[in-house]
């Protein structure tokens, strides 16, 4: 709890994708500014031994660990995603997001974002190949660790 009897501000992980580098920096995030970090997913995680790390299993399913992260992450807590309808839901709930490339969603961009994926998918499901995302480096470890400190910046 925070002052005032409120919960303290959290970070929920929509694990199944996430990088493992991300996950690191995370970790070490916790112990260090001494927030929770939950990560969910459909799959046994391993998560080092801490007070402020924990790993929510849920069932396999189409959105089930989607739906378990927007069921619980509150406003003020920051979630870590690269689903991008699945962050659209946490910040119509007030909470943050951002990718693990260090990207932010936001009121003001998710609505091109959703629109940009959708356009992707039906392109994808005409046979066009869009190719993927580029092979996550060191620039995109640092702008997730810069956008998370910022995060916890604000907490305090």
Do not use: H
């Amino acid at each position: 709890m925070s002052n005032g009897g409120t919960p303290a501000a959290q970070v929920w992980v929509d694990a199944d994708a996430c990088p493992a580098p991300v996950k690191e920096i995370l970790f070490r995030a916790a112990e260090r500014a001494r927030v929770q970090v939950t990560l969910v997913a459909n799959q046994w995680l391993r998560t080092p031994p801490s007070g402020f790390i924990r790993a929510l299993q849920v069932q396999g399913g189409y959105d089930v660990a989607d739906d378990a992260i927007v069921e619980r992450a509150q406003a003020g807590d920051l979630v870590v995603t690269q689903d991008i309808p699945l962050a659209a839901r946490v910040l119509a709930n007030g909470a943050q997001a951002i990718n693990p490339r260090g990207d932010r969603f936001t009121s003001d961009n998710i609505a091109e974002r959703l629109s940009m994926r959708n356009f992707m998918d039906e392109l994808r499901g005409a046979g066009v190949q869009t190719g993927g995302p580029a092979a996550f480096n060191a620039r995109d470890r640092q702008a997730f660790a810069n956008q998370l400190d910022r995060w916890l910046a604000t907490r305090r």
